[in-house]
């Protein structure tokens, strides 16, 4: 009966562990379909924002080519008018880069989250091996093993979850008329 008892308690510590790596992956799937629902919530928005910036510059557009069918009244300062003329076009500009920059934020959204998914798919795999490692009694040092195998998805599973909020943010504070 003394043989058994190492080996069942060797079992039982390895419980927790299995428990953890289903739940990494659990939230991984989580994860995974976030990103449909994150794409159905953001959608209509960035829609709205886009066709708010398409606007904006509609108005500015017109407002040039209205401008450059006056004619000039005086001459007194002509840098006036190339100076009124370059601004408008870099607010148009500006306005262009706004609406290009909501559609990348979606997409970057998306990116992010399903990145996030598979680091933590890593990191679920690798607790997986290590519990085999254990219940098997390889030589190497489990806390090491986890340590450079995890290591590495981790940072980048925080890494992409902070880059995914701060989008959601970014979005979630956007001015929707």
Not at 159 to 176: C, E, M, W
Request: net charge neutral; glycine share 2%.
């Amino acid at each position: 009966m003394m043989p058994m008892e190492p080996q069942l308690s060797d079992a039982i510590a390895l419980i927790p562990v299995g428990v953890i790596a289903v739940a990494l992956f659990a939230i991984s799937v989580e994860l995974y379909f976030r990103t449909n629902a994150f794409a159905q919530e953001y959608t209509d928005k960035v829609r709205s924002l886009i066709l708010q910036a398409n606007s904006a510059l509609s108005a500015r557009i017109q407002e040039m080519v209205e401008a450059s069918k006056k004619p000039t009244l005086s001459t007194i300062f002509p840098e006036l008018k190339d100076d009124l003329a370059e601004q408008r076009l870099s607010e148009v500009r500006r306005i262009g880069a706004e609406a290009a920059d909501w559609q990348k934020s979606l997409a970057s959204g998306k990116f992010y989250l399903r990145r996030s998914a598979i680091w933590l798919d890593a990191c679920a795999i690798v607790l997986v091996i290590l519990v085999f490692m254990v219940a098997f009694e390889k030589q190497l040092d489990p806390v090491l093993f986890l340590e450079y195998a995890a290591g590495a998805p981790t940072v980048l599973f925080i890494h992409d979850i902070l880059q995914f909020r701060r989008i959601q943010t970014k979005l979630d504070k956007a001015p929707v008329p």
